[in-house]
Structure formats: structure tokens, C-alpha cells
């Protein structure tokens, strides 16, 4: 006896699946977009170096979210005009609301840096992508995928080893730009 | 105790076994199972999740324990109890909560479970007419590495149980970081005597702390926390690395043996012994054992008159390797890690030697006995080997290929011979073939048959270790002729 691995049972949860990967591709275009702006904006040389470093592997991390659709043996709907079709227009609002909100909490706080408030959602953006990564993870492991390991696991270490130098970068800059009130 | 969701059950061809949709674990096949001339396989259920246990009612209903939270402790899948008809048919009798069930016994109209649980292991009772579920025995310490053992039914009435060990080596360190340090903060073993301890402390570093600084942790301390010497820790009858024994309804609970280190397969023999599986030292991180071997114990003292223990007998846990000798020994010394120190001063009398040695990280689990003229081998262990988790946990290239089979031991002289295993060394999905991955349990059907729950593909590499759901698999073994 097959005990939920019939034809219809695993249909249906690799269709359950299509949703999150929509889900991991926002969240990672929308820090890859944020990553590149706010790298841009940084004047600080050592950091900008490192964030231009950094936007290299989100812009391949990015591109493996393709690569997972396959390893679930899902057909990606990315092209513009399929039906549930993901355009840019999503990663770029996301991203965008995300640098407002920013703004405000960061002009509330009486920090007056604009890239040191981007580096503050930079950080929580980062780590909402590595979520989406990490959870498409656990659902390989559920369906039995080592294909989607072989994908998530490193991009997973990456990201929180990128993870690490963004906290990094924020909190060195903290107090120049609260008490100072300099910029990055 | 979680309501219980509706399972998908198809009855398929046997070719369908060989076009999966589970790419982990693409075909079973039995032909690639090898047992004695005389005997042959059949594959009975695939596709279960994290399977850890299971028991039969004397009209051969089948209690099969799909885990949840296992090894490791992602993915979360549910912690099924399902129930298999002697007609085949197969539901859900109860679904538990994280940190799953581990064995079952089944007593009267109710089934009694351990459960790992979380800080906690608990031994559930499970109302096979309601459903309805009350917890007997709780607050046994755990915190996440090491397993429940049992409960057995012993020929006094009694049954008999056990918990593992909290830390991995006899001092919590931070090669349990995940499962131990950042769920369970505070955690510790628990001696189930009073103990003198020398004063020895293992420094490691903190990765909970911003700067990887050094730390002293002592035994029976949580992470962080030293020993002093000659200080004095209190035993207590809910220690960790224990065996008790109580009444079915989970009364008088007596402390049996302690020491011991990850006592996951409980049986009593055809002897009116009781039989306990074990694991061994890890030879890795900061306090590193060679060569330990895996073992099965005699437990003595479950000989004995209920409520007569003055002083429970010890297993060695957390300064005695399986062979007797010290882990601070030579042949013990590790190659990777951190040497070990003694830990408790004057020791309590060691109550090996085991009756059974096996290498080093063949993950000894289930057993059962051949009660059956009609199997076979009569009086012999029937014991699970999960199979190894080097890389992690050995440097040794010998240890990559240990287990993955059921071996037959004869308890009398400690010999064995492999039963069912694949034709070489090394689980199903290393060597491209439908065969054994992880044999997790063994039992004896009423008919005579042997069952092994087969826990599926679960892959180690120096850096990481992974578990795939859907990848279980039940196998049976009949004796050519003996099918009534």
C-alpha cells in the first residue's frame, strides 16, 4: 500500500507548493532591488565594496528560484501574460514600500542617514528572503527532493553569512548616524 | 494530542513500487533485499513518514509510529499513530503533538506510547475506543538529542521504559545547537544517584554568545555552567540515561538501571531477560570518544522483586565506554576532538559487560525476539542497525558503511549473524538500488512473520544531515512454507 504518495495526493501538494515559490522569488527580487539601490547610495568605500559583492550572489540566488521550480518538477510561470504569471512589478513595490517605511521608522528613531535607514531594512528584507528559502527547504524534505537541497541548502548559508556583514555594517554605523546625525 | 487528518492509502501493483514519486527514494524493490535461503521479503506499506516504531494487539493489528520531529528535527511532519487491519485496511488512530512517538505497547484496549517530546519524554495512554488520550508517566528529562526506550510488557506485570541521555557526551556542548541550546536553554542530565564529581570541565565555545568566547560546562549542568570538584549532585528517580519499571496504569515507578546512553530497543527475551539496545560515544568536538562500541545490556536487576532496589544498577553513562574501558582509555582516545576526562569521582560498580558488541556507530535500535519454531532462529535477537551518521560523527572512513541491516543475535554467547541487508554495505539510496535504508524496528507478528519499519532516506554528509518524508517503508519477512 502507497501511503500518501498516489498520483493525486502528491499533485495536489506540489501544486500547494507553486504559491510559496511566487512567495520566495518576491521576497528575494525585492532585497536583491534594495540591496543594489542602497549599495549605490553608500559612500563609505569598504562597504559599498562589500554590498557591490554581495548584490552579485543575490542576483544568482534570484536566479536559482527558476531552478527550484524544476527541482519540484513545477513549470515556472514567470513569463508576463501566463496566468499567475510573477511580473517585476511585485518585488518592485514590495521593495519600495519597504525603503518608505524604512524612512518613516528611521526619521522617528532621529536617525537622519538615508542609507543607514536602508541598511536597517536592508537587514530585515535579507532575512525574509533567506525565510523563503529555508521554508522551500522544508517542503523538499516533505516531498522527498534532493534536488531542492542540493539548491537551497548553500544559498541558505550564503544568505546568512550576508546576513551577518549587513547587522555588521548597520550597527557600525549606528551611532554615527543617531548621535551625529552623518550618513554611510 | 492533535485531531488526526484523513490519510490517502492506495493499494498498488508491485511495479508501481518501482516508479516512485519520490525522487529521494525512487524504487523498493525486495529483490534487492537479501535474507537466508529459506526466506523472502514483501513490501507491506512505502511512502510513511519518519517511521520510529511499532507494536502489535495479539489478533495481528499492526500500531506503526510515524515520528514527527525526529533526526534531525526538520521537517516537522505529523506524528501519526496509524492502525493496519490484519484485512489491510489502514487509518489514523491518534495524532500526537512535537517531538513525536517513539514505541508503543499495546495493553488491553488502550495502546501505551512514549513520546519524546520536548524537555520532557511522556509515556501516553491511548483509548482505542475513544480515542482519547491521558499521559501516565511525564517529566522525564530530555532535551532533545537521545530517545525513549520501551515501554515493555516484563513476565512480572510491569512495564519497563527508558529515556536517554541529555547531552551527547556527558556534558551539554554546543555540537547540539540546535536541537539542544537554542530549543531547550537550560537543559542538563540528571544522575539517578548521588554523585561525586571530579571537577573536570569541558571549555568550548559559545555560539549563542556575539563573541565565540570560552566556556566551562560541567556534567549534570546546563551549557555554561562548571563543576566544581567534589561537589555533590543529587540522584533522582526521574534521571536521564534511566530505566524504570512501573504499574500499566503508571504507578509505583522504580528506578531499575541509569547510565545508560541511548537505550532505544527494549525487549525480554524467550529467557525472561530484558534486552536493551545502546548507543555509543561520538568520536567528535569537545569531548571526543574513539571507537565506542554499540551494544546490547542484559538488565540484571529487572530480575529482581518490584519496589526491592536499594541502588539502581549503572551502564557506564557518562565515563564507561560499551567495552568496559574508560573513555579517557587509549584505545578510546579520539583522532578528531577533544580528548575526555573522567567525570565522576569513585563511580558506581559497573553492571556490564554487554552481551553484544557492535562497531562504532552502526546506531543499534528496535529489537524483538523469535518466539517461533516455524521463523526460525528461536531465542534470537532480532536487531535493527539505523546505520551510521559519519561523516558527522567519525573521522574513521571504516565507520561510513556501518549498519543499514537487521543482524540475528544470540544472546547466550553474543554472536550474530546479518539477517536482512542489502547487498552491500551502505542504505538503498547510496548504492542505486530499492533495497534497506534505515531499519528503525523489528516485531514478530502473531503469525510469525518479522516486520521491519524501515525509517527511510536520511543522508549525512560532514556538514550537514538530512531527512526526506515519504520515504518509509515496511518490509515483511516470511519463512518460505510458513504462511498459514
Redesign the interface.
Known amino acids: 500500500?502507497?501511503?500518501?504518495?498516489?498520483?493525486?495526493?502528491?499533485t495536489a501538494y506540489l501544486d500547494r507548493v507553486t504559491p510559496w515559490l511566487r512567495t520566495t522569488r518576491t521576497l528575494q527580487s525585492a532585497y536583491r532591488k534594495m540591496l543594489e539601490d542602497t549599495a549605490d547610495e553608500v559612500g563609505e568605500p569598504h562597504i559599498r565594496a562589500w554590498l557591490h559583492e554581495i548584490a552579485d550572489a543575490a542576483r544568482r540566488h534570484e536566479a536559482a528560484v527558476e531552478d527550484l521550480y524544476g527541482a519540484f518538477g513545477q513549470e515556472s510561470k514567470k513569463r508576463p501574460g501566463t496566468a499567475g504569471s510573477d511580473t517585476p512589478v511585485v518585488p518592485t513595490v514590495l521593495a519600495t514600500a519597504r525603503e518608505l517605511i524604512g524612512e518613516v521608522q528611521g526619521l522617528g528613531a532621529g536617525a537622519r542617514g538615508r542609507t543607514w535607514r536602508h541598511m536597517r531594512v536592508l537587514l530585515l528584507s535579507n532575512l525574509d528572503a533567506i525565510s523563503g528559502f529555508a521554508v522551500a527547504e522544508?517542503?523538499g524534505?516533505?516531498?522527498?527532493?534532493?534536488?531542492v537541497?542540493d539548491i537551497t541548502?548553500p544559498i541558505v548559508a550564503e544568505k546568512s553569512r550576508h546576513q551577518l556583514l549587513i547587522r555588521e555594517c548597520y550597527l557600525e554605523m549606528a551611532a554615527k548616524a543617531i548621535l551625529y546625525r552623518s550618513d554611510v | 494530542m492533535t485531531t488526526a487528518m484523513p490519510l490517502s492509502v492506495t493499494v498498488a501493483e508491485p511495479e508501481r513500487l518501482r516508479e516512485l514519486p519520490t525522487p529521494a527514494r525512487p524504487r523498493v524493490d525486495p529483490a534487492d533485499v537479501v535474507v537466508p535461503d529459506g526466506y523472502h521479503v514483501e513490501v507491506v506499506l512505502a511512502g510513511l513518514s519518519m517511521p520510529c516504531g511499532m507494536g502489535f494487539a495479539d489478533d495481528g493489528t499492526l500500531f506503526v509510529l510515524e515520528g514527527g520531529s525526529t533526526w534531525p528535527t526538520r521537517p516537522y511532519l505529523p506524528a501519526r499513530i496509524l492502525r493496519l487491519e490484519p484485512d489491510g485496511r489502514l487509518d489514523v488512530v491518534a495524532e500526537e503533538s512535537l517531538g513525536g512517538p517513539r514505541h508503543v505497547l499495546v495493553y488491553g484496549d488502550t495502546l501505551l506510547v512514549s513520546c519524546k517530546g520536548g524537555r520532557h519524554a511522556r509515556i501516553d495512554r491511548v483509548s482505542l475506543k475513544s480515542g482519547k488520550r491521558d499521559v501516565l508517566i511525564d517529566g522525564l528529562p530530555n532535551g532533545g538529542w537521545h530517545e525513549p526506550g520501551g515501554p515493555v510488557l516484563g513476565p512480572d506485570g510491569l512495564i519497563y521504559f527508558a529515556q536517554g541521555s541529555v547531552s551527547q557526551q556527558g556534558v551539554v556542548l554546543p555540537q547540539g545547537f540546535q536541537v539542544d541550546l537554542a530549543k531547550h536553554m537550560g537543559v542538563h542530565d540528571v544522575p539517578g544517584e548521588d554523585v561525586v564529581l571530579t571537577g573536570n570541565n569541558v571549555q568550548t565555545y559559545d555560539p549563542t554568545a556575539p563573541y565565540p568566547y570560552l566556556v566551562e560546562t560541567g556534567p549534570f549542568k546546563p551549557f555554561g555552567k562548571p563543576a566544581r570538584r567534589g561537589e555533590v549532585v543529587k540522584g533522582q528517580l526521574k534521571c536521564s540515561s534511566g530505566l524504570w519499571r512501573a504499574q500499566p496504569d503508571g504507578t509505583d515507578m522504580e528506578l531499575v538501571a541509569w547510565g545508560l546512553r541511548n537505550p532505544y530497543g527494549m525487549v525480554f527475551g524467550e529467557d525472561g531477560e530484558l534486552y536493551v539496545s545502546d548507543n555509543d560515544f561520538e568520536e567528535t568536538g569537545d569531548r571526543a570518544v574513539q571507537a565506542d562500541p554499540d551494544r546490547v545490556w542484559r538488565i540484571d536487576a529487572a530480575r529482581t522483586p518490584p519496589g526491592s532496589i536499594d541502588r539502581p544498577a549503572w551502564y557506564g553513562f557518562p565515563d564507561i565506554c560499551g567495552d568496559g574501558l574508560p573513555v579517557w582509555h587509549e584505545s578510546h582516545r579520539p583522532r578528531r576532538g577533544t580528548p575526555a576526562e573522567p567525570l565522576l569521582q569513585d563511580p558506581p560498580p559497573w553492571a556490564g559487560p554487554a552481551v553484544f558488541l557492535e562497531k562504532p556507530h552502526s546506531a543499534l535500535t528496535g529489537l524483538d525476539v523469535s518466539r517461533s519454531d516455524a521463523f526460525g532462529y528461536r531465542g534470537r535477537l532480532f536487531l535493527c542497525e539505523w546505520g551510521t551518521l559519519a561523516p558527522l560523527n567519525s573521522p574513521d572512513s571504516r565507520d561510513l558503511e556501518n549498519g543499514f541491516r537487521v543482524v540475528a543475535v544470540d544472546p547466550s554467547d553474543g554472536t550474530a549473524e546479518a539477517f536482512m541487508r542489502n547487498p552491500r554495505p551502505g542504505p538503498a539510496s547510496a548504492l542505486g538500488t530499492g533495497g534497506l535504508e534505515r531499519p528503525v524496528d523489528a516485531k514478530f507478528a502473531p503469525d510469525g512473520s518479522l516486520y521491519v519499519l524501515d525509517f527511510g532516506v536520511s543522508r549525512v554528509m560532514e556538514s550537514t544531515h538530512v531527512s526526506y518524508g515519504h520515504t518509509g517503508v515496511l518490509w515483511r519477512v516470511v519463512r518460505d512454507g510458513s504462511r498459514p
Open positions: 500500500m502507497l501511503v500518501e504518495i498516489d498520483a493525486p495526493t502528491v522544508q517542503l524534505l516533505t516531498l522527498a527532493r534532493p534536488a537541497i541548502f
